[in-house]
């Protein structure tokens, strides 16, 4: 007849081996099954915010293309302008590639679209900025040389360091970018000496041609011309006053982007 101490020892042995061995493979059961919906979910999750981002990235890239495409083309909106084609242009000892110099061309057209086989479209955009004048000015009287003073109808609107465009009337159009260094309001004169502070002016003019009485004056104040591409499903722009690309050599302008 069992005893009362048999019996307690009875109740007391806990679970088998083989209870254990169950238990632990129904905790791995729902430890996969948790981790697995864990795994979907982030993938779910994931993929959710890079569309959400990709769609934020694209809005972003198209207001700013928005922005820039509005803006083309202010400051130089003149038809006899636009026919000019390539602007003549220096900075810090090194000249435009249409006048034989390492640094790019600058085209005078509010918008220009590129296109070349293995790479990707570029949209190049150009604008005036600043508070300048918006309609040209006339060259009052001839340039004995292309180094002379600019004698024009009237100084309003234009300021030192300004950026302006001569722009001759009488084909071959030609255009001629320098940099104002002193403005006389009452002799009518803008000048455009070359110097460590005009890095935009060549000395003695270099090969820039002389301007004529009736030829037009722009004020560019401080220009914008960028290239937009996409590279990588990236957004890519390049300012050429900023950081133009030049064959074997960099090129660095001072000038505020205005952004």
Request: charged share 15%; glycine share 10%.
């Amino acid at each position: 007849m069992p005893t009362l101490h048999n019996a307690l020892r009875r109740a007391q042995r806990g679970m088998s081996l083989i209870e254990v061995l169950v238990a632990i493979a129904i905790g791995l059961i729902g430890i996969l099954i948790m981790s697995q919906a864990y795994l979907t979910s982030d993938q779910f999750n994931k993929a959710t915010l890079g569309a959400g981002g990709a769609q934020t990235n694209g809005n972003v890239a198209l207001f700013t293309l928005e922005r820039e495409l509005r803006m083309a083309g202010y400051g130089v909106n003149s038809s006899t302008a636009l026919e000019c084609g390539n602007i003549n242009w220096y900075y810090n000892g090194q000249y435009s590639g249409n006048l034989g110099g390492p640094l790019p061309n600058i085209e005078l057209a509010p918008v220009v679209i590129t296109t070349t086989a293995g790479a990707p479209d570029q949209v190049t955009i150009m604008y005036a900025t600043g508070e300048q004048r918006v309609t040209p000015a006339t060259v009052a009287k001839s340039m004995p040389t292309a180094s002379s003073e600019l004698d024009v109808d009237g100084t309003s609107g234009f300021q030192q360091n300004d950026l302006v465009l001569l722009v001759n009337k009488t084909p071959p159009i030609s255009c001629t970018m320098v940099e104002i260094t002193e403005v006389q309001t009452a002799a009518a004169k803008l000048q455009h000496n070359p110097g460590v502070s005009a890095p935009y002016n060549p000395p003695g003019a270099g090969p820039y041609p002389a301007y004529v009485k009736n030829d037009l004056l722009f004020n560019l104040g401080n220009p914008i011309v960028r290239t937009y591409s996409v590279v990588n499903d990236s957004l890519r722009v390049n300012e050429i006053f900023l950081n133009a690309a030049t064959p074997g050599a960099g090129f660095s302008s001072p000038r505020d982007s205005s952004r």
